[in-house]
């Protein structure tokens, strides 16, 4: 069991941040928050957060507009960004998340359902009447489609993009 101290890392954070509102609210949130306390921009700051698309003297840069966050993402989201990178770790989003779902074909689809099912190449060649090849060829397409790094992601993914239901 973890016995270490319960002191709170507090992180330095700069606003750069062109909409007034936005900086006003952000400002107002980070006063609620221990962890986290504004620096003015000769200080050095653990993370720069800015809505501005050119980047900031600092680092790390939490950008808005065309970063990882959206311009439009919730104050506390932008914080706890904020947080996450001042204790160097990254913050990324899913750049699908906009984008339509990939389109798969009826043969595809077919596939990522004993995907789900969790069946083998062999096991899938087996339930579609095809070859043990053409079905891994069938699971790599599913994988490339989807960009899964694996037969689990491909699944999870389809899911949220509701491809299949289980």
Do not use: C, Q
Request: aromatic residues 2%; hydrophobic residues 45%.
């Amino acid at each position: 069991m973890w016995s270490g101290g319960s002191a709170l890392r507090r992180y330095a954070v700069r606003l750069d941040v062109a909409d007034a509102d936005l900086a006003d609210a952000l400002a107002e949130a980070m006063a609620a928050t221990p962890s986290l306390y504004p620096v003015s921009s000769g200080d050095r700051p653990d993370v720069t957060v800015t809505d501005r698309s050119a980047p900031a003297a600092s680092r790390p840069l939490l950008r808005l507009v065309g970063g990882p966050l959206p311009e439009d993402a919730p104050v506390d989201l932008v914080l706890s960004a904020a947080h996450v990178m001042a204790a160097g770790l990254r913050v990324e989003t899913d750049a699908r998340r906009d984008a339509p779902p990939p389109h798969l074909s009826p043969r595809e689809r077919e596939v990522l359902v004993h995907l789900a099912d969790g069946a083998s190449n062999k096991l899938i060649a087996r339930e579609l009447g095809i070859t043990e090849r053409t079905a891994k060829f069938h699971v790599a397409a599913v994988l490339t489609r989807l960009h899964a790094r694996n037969r689990s992601e491909a699944v999870s993914i389809a899911l949220r993009e509701g491809l299949i239901a289980l």
